[in-house]
């Protein structure tokens, strides 16, 4: 079974070490100065020389309130105009873009992400859908993977019916916890009625798909209490459920200086919760599909890992791997063919970079083969658990064994230690592997031995 999972803590304390998320290879560590405005044009010409389909992300930084634990880019102001001059650069962006792709380019799949998509106004959202149909090739009927991340406390049902209006079909709520006292640890007030009003709209409206985010390892959570939030989730009934490690890296990100050290979980008990949080889902019927995301088995990720066709971006796992990912917004990453780029992280530049019409890029790569080599390698082993040579050489021209030479003593070890099956034709993660799926992945990491680790979370 796809999604079959065997606890094992000895093998989890010998390999729970900190990496990638591999929502790319390589990784957004790796991306340097030396791609511009320029690069992303010619990509963009190349993507409608092939006619490529289209994913679009669109990056709404604003929040009206800050979460202590939150790694994200974000603006937190209470000012609800600030984001009209914000449209303006996205508008802008859009224009600049969209002349070197071309009208017949389909947007398959489009997600609003943050920040808190709806700090928009609802008159601001229309304008917004208005402006990507006016640029981009929009679906309009209701066969696109349209997708919008929703704070519950910002959201009603006359909300949800707009975003089901504009074409939305999926949408994505922030929990983490249901616990009065962790919420108040992490600045996050949310009761469990606001959160089943805003589910209750989504199943009622027929969106397609309903996403829950926990996180376990906040401040004053205990294993017990923690699977009380896990079974008043399920029994809301989301289609999709991602089970999130909290990192704590206040040297990274400020909002985390506000959280209390001695009220964090220890290892152990993140241990417990975790393990716990995982007997749960699958008794209650939902699929393992890798690093912390879980589905019922009707659901399209469930589908797309069973016959082959999952992917891993920056979206985390989708069915839309073919795709070109267009990003807009500040800080927003693209992947066009062969190109990696990513958006002025800071606001104000972002701005001040379109209004003087050009493009906010500020970072990327362009792979090389040996990247994509290993890419292919790495989103198989993350999105099925499994790699078969044949497939690799005969898609490069190489012989693997020859070609990974130096990844073949790590391989032995884990293989030994029960945590892959591995011999001259494939690697399969085993069960008690798959929660370890990243430090697999690691092992084909051209770019770990140079890399501060220390920039990345732990892989449980």
């Not at 206040?250 to 152990?268: H, M, V, Y």
């Not at 019922?296 to 979206?315: K, V, Y």
């Not at 063919?337 to 992280?345: A, D, E, F, K």
Request: hydrophobic content about 40%.
């Amino acid at each position: 079974m796809l999604d079959s999972i065997q606890w094992d803590t000895a093998l989890i304390q010998r390999y729970d070490q900190a990496g990638p998320r591999y929502t790319s290879y390589p990784t957004a560590v790796q991306f340097n100065d030396s791609v511009g405005p320029l690069n992303v044009l010619a990509a963009a010409r190349e993507s409608a020389k092939h006619s490529r389909a289209l994913s679009l992300y669109v990056h709404i930084p604003f929040c009206a309130n800050i979460c202590y634990y939150c790694a994200c880019n974000k603006v937190i102001t209470k000012d609800r105009s600030r984001a009209a001059a914000y449209l303006v650069a996205l508008e802008q962006e859009m224009a600049i873009i969209s002349r070197h792709l071309h009208p017949d380019q389909v947007i398959e799949q489009l997600h609003f992400g943050g920040g808190t998509p709806t700090f928009l106004s609802h008159s601001q959202l229309r304008e917004l859908m208005a402006m990507i149909g006016k640029y981009f090739n929009l679906l309009d009927d209701d066969s696109g993977d349209y997708s919008i991340e929703i704070d519950p406390r910002e959201a009603d049902w006359a909300t949800m019916g707009l975003l089901r209006e504009l074409g939305f079909n999926r949408v994505s709520l922030g929990v983490q916890d249901l616990d009065p006292q962790v919420q108040r640890a992490i600045n996050r007030m949310q009761s469990l009625e606001e959160t089943e009003a805003i589910i209750d709209a989504a199943h009622t409206l027929q969106f397609r798909s309903v996403n829950i985010d926990l996180i376990y390892g906040l401040p004053l959570q205990t294993p017990e209490r923690f699977a009380e939030s896990v079974a008043a989730v399920i029994a809301l009934q989301p289609d999709r459920l991602s089970l999130f490690n909290y990192a704590h890296l206040p040297e990274r990100f400020k909002p985390q200086r506000r959280i209390n050290t001695q009220d964090l979980p220890s290892p152990a008990t993140k241990l417990a919760m975790l393990q716990g949080s995982i007997e749960q889902l699958l008794a209650a019927g939902y699929r393992y599909i890798g690093m912390d995301h879980f589905a019922l088995p009707d659901d399209e990720l469930a589908i797309a890992q069973e016959d082959g066709s999952l992917h891993r971006n920056f979206q985390g796992y989708t069915t839309h791997g073919h795709c070109d990912l267009i990003g807009l917004g500040v800080s927003a990453i693209s992947q066009i063919g062969t190109l990696y780029s990513q958006n002025n992280s800071d606001l104000n530049e972002y701005q001040q970079s379109l209004a003087l019409g050009q493009l906010a890029t500020k970072r990327g790569l362009t792979s090389s083969d040996d990247d994509h080599i290993r890419q292919a390698v790495i989103q198989q082993i993350i999105c099925h658990f499994e790699l078969q040579f044949a497939d690799i050489e005969q898609r490069f021209g190489i012989n693997v064994l020859d070609y990974f030479s130096d990844c073949l003593p790590a391989l032995h070890d884990m293989h030994e230690d029960g945590l892959i099956r591995f011999d001259d034709k494939a690697i399969e993660v085993l069960p008690a592997g798959r929660l370890l799926v990243r430090s697999v992945c690691m092992v084909f990491d051209h770019y770990l031995h140079s890399t501060n680790t220390q920039r990345y979370s732990r892989v449980i």
